[in-house]
Nanobody, 112 residues
């Protein structure tokens, strides 16, 4: 199983990015997927999840600004991040829910 995140970058406060996580080696459509983030010196934080049937969950700090989606045909989960704040700066990683499979992260840096 491999998960590869991409789409991060340096953006000004208020800006947007679209993060992608491409999966391989698993039955993608049968699995829930999640996005997490970890800022320097802080614990890993759950950002958003989407089950195999499309139910979503968002962390309180990102509700109304971030949107998780998935394309089962492309075996990819997305995270649209809008209205970015400096406190959103972190490495963002994707995960197969209820598993120990984690992808390499993508860095998001938000300047003020």
């Amino acid at each position: 199983v491999q998960l590869q995140a991409s789409g991060g970058g340096l953006v000004q406060a208020g800006g947007s990015l679209r993060l992608s996580c491409a999966a391989s080696g698993l039955s993608f459509s049968s699995n829930g997927m999640g996005w997490y983030r970890q800022a320097p010196g802080k614990q890993r934080e759950l950002v958003a999840t989407m089950t195999s049937v499309g139910s979503t969950y968002y962390g309180d700090s990102v509700k109304g600004r971030f949107t998780i989606s998935r394309d089962n045909a492309k075996k990819t989960v997305y995270l649209q991040v809008n209205s970015l704040k400096p406190e959103d700066t972190a490495v963002y990683c994707c995960n197969i829910l209820n598993s120990n499979y984690w992808g390499q992260g993508t860095q998001v840096t938000v300047s003020s």
